[in-house]
């Protein structure tokens, strides 16, 4: 499974953008899969998270919110509606997938990872 995210850029505060994270090799239909963040000198940190259904969603404290997670499984793809955004959320943003149908809040949950989208918000 390769994984494409795109979707980042430079936004105001207060404004929006939406992350797309593309599927491709095999349909990801049923694995879980999340939104990791990291911003310039710190750890990755989870962000969001969709099982495989996508009836369920977990969110970290800090977007919980503002963000809303969501899938397409005709389109191979997840994304991230992101509302609100503060000079904070400025990260690089990835994208993974896990061979399970759960969603994950650790990055060890996940077998496969994007190369990252960078999202820059200024005050």
């Known amino acids: 499974v390769q994984l494409q995210a795109s979707g980042g850029g430079l936004v105001q505060a207060g404004g929006s953008l939406r992350l797309s994270c593309a599927a491709s090799?095999?349909?990801?239909?049923?694995?879980?899969m999340g939104w990791f963040r990291q911003a310039p000198g710190k750890e990755r940190e989870f962000v969001a998270t969709?099982?495989?259904?996508?009836?369920?969603?977990y969110y970290a404290d800090s977007v919980k919110g503002r963000y809303t997670i969501s899938r397409d499984d005709a389109k191979n793809t997840m994304y991230l509606q992101m509302n609100s955004l503060k000079p904070e959320d400025t990260a690089v943003y990835y994208c993974?997938?896990?061979?399970?149908?759960?969603?994950?809040?650790?990055?060890?949950?996940?077998?496969?990872w994007g190369q990252g989208t960078l999202v820059t918000v200024s005050s």
């Open positions: 969709i099982s495989g259904s996508g009836t369920l969603t």
């Open positions: 993974a997938a896990r061979v399970s149908p759960w969603y994950g809040s650790r990055e060890t949950h996940y077998d496969y």
């Open positions: 090799g095999r349909t990801v239909s049923n694995y879980g």
